[in-house]
């Protein structure tokens, strides 16, 4: 909001040296957080115990993986945002229950 209103000011003001001062509080950076949920199998309850197997952990690895696929090919931090928002929640949709092999 700090960097929105600096912006208006015009430029001999902006550019005094309290003005600077006080723009530099402002923050350009936004943070865009990908929430991945591991999948629930077939042959998990609700408590997802998880399969610590070779066969139930590369199962997992291989799920999480196309996970984080679908994420980057949706790319949903490309879009438009609002300005003021410094933290932004992207949760994919979920996957249907896979089914264990």
């Given amino acids: 909001m700090i960097t929105q209103l600096a912006r208006k000011l015009p430029p001999d003001v902006r550019d005094s040296e309290a003005v600077r001062e006080l723009a530099s509080y402002g ?12 999948p629930r199998f077939d042959n998990e309850n609700h408590t997802k115990d998880v399969d610590f197997s070779p066969s139930g952990l590369r199962m997992r690895c291989e799920a999480g993986y196309k996970a984080t696929e679908r994420a980057l090919n949706e790319a949903a931090w490309l879009s438009d945002f ?20």
């Fill in 27 to 38: 923050c350009l950076s936004r943070i865009h957080i990908v929430q991945l949920l591991a």
């Fill in 82 to 101: 609002d300005p003021l928002e410094g933290v932004i929640l992207h949760r994919p949709k979920p996957d249907h229950a896979m089914a264990a092999e």
